[in-house]
């Protein structure tokens, strides 16, 4: 019973607080469907720590440039900027959307439900990708045929124009997650959807405790017996004083020989502060991503921000980075273009970029021992390259050998292997 249930209603005691659990199933059950505890992508996102989740992933596969590149003969790989391919991946892969936006699209598919999938709109003749762009992952049905092959068929339209289209697997770009059959990613958000339930059922517990600032530091209490009228105007003159957010904290000073009673956090609030916090935790361990690039409070345990990003981008982003790469590898390039030595990559580098000072000092050690080149560093730093023929030739490591890239052999002499004379 709340506390405006003992003071304007029957007038009888309150029953002990329900345990923190009961409620939880209670409100948890709002989000269940005949089918079961079914959590849908959207009412995933409801959840902050799965938006927090998806959006950091998210963001760290669109941030970074998404480069084709051909292997040289040097087996040094040089961006592929005259390929069409080139500016689709790049810069903008239809005529709608950035690639940084597209590539945000096909995060969030790909994260939530295991599946993004890219139609890859081709030239009839040349067969070359003209434009990409993501489907919704629910309209698409994937289907392995008796040799192993996928089809899809996409649903088009809705309700009563409902139309569906057979897109050949040559056009359609499928990036799969982590695959239980090979074909087909597994749903995040149906793998976790105890966890992300249970968080949007402690957002509404909060949200319903909290409800127009009515939690107030104290209540008055009286001994008489309040008849319907005046119960009326004490919650009148109560909600003037203590309803809304502007009010919140404030104290009641009513007649009628009132006492103040002040109230604490209850032990069911206190649970649902523990709770929050490690819902937080579970949804962390869902989609792999530290705690601290959520905000956690008190989530850190690195000391510097390098450590931190660079630990983020091993564990977290790297997997995706791969698993993307090598799909479009797959997806994209002919084989012809495959045998030319075009591959693509998204640069990892743009994530870590430290100051001129540390870049300068990267730069320079890769100079002296001779694994980086003049145009490399430009390449880097976005700079036009050089003509100087020397700007893509390695420089020997003259500081440990001397302007003659090579050590100078010992001076031998007639008496070697003799004692010196002590004279």
Known sequence: ?????????????????????????????????????????????????????????????????????KKQKNDRGEEAASHPLAALLRHSPNDWQTSYELREQMAFHLILTGNAFCFLNRHNRTKEILEIYAFEPGSVTVTQNADYSLSYRVQTGKRKTIDFIDVPAENMWHIKGPSWNGWMGLNATKLARQAIGLSLASEKFGANLFKNGARPGGILSTEAVLTPEQRQQLKEAWNEQQAGSKN??????????????????????????????????????AFGVQPVMLMADGATSYNSVEQLLLAHLTH??????????????????????????????LDSRALLESSTADRLAYYNQGRTQGWLTINEVRALEDLPRSDDPLADKLTPAANLFGQTATPTPPTTTENQGEEPNAN
């Open 1 to 69: 019973m709340s506390i405006f249930s003992y003071l304007f209603g029957d007038g009888t005691e309150a029953k002990s607080a329900r345990p923190f659990q009961e409620v939880i199933q209670e409100i948890a059950a709002d989000q269940s469907s005949s089918e079961g505890f079914e959590t849908l992508n959207d009412d995933a996102l409801e959840a902050t720590a799965v938006l927090a989740a998806v959006r950091v992933i998210a963001n760290g596969i669109a941030q970074v440039p998404f480069k084709l590149l």
């Open 248 to 285: 919140a904290h404030k104290t009641a000073v009513l007649g009628g020989g009132m006492k103040f009673q002040p109230i604490s956090s209850t032990a069911n609030e206190a649970q649902w502060t523990e709770s929050r916090k490690f819902q937080i935790q579970e949804i962390c361990r």
């Open 316 to 345: 977290t982003l790297m997997p995706w980075f791969e698993r993307i790469e090598q799909s479009a590898y797959k997806a994209l390039l002919s084989k012809e273009e495959k045998q030319q030595g075009y591959y693509i990559k």
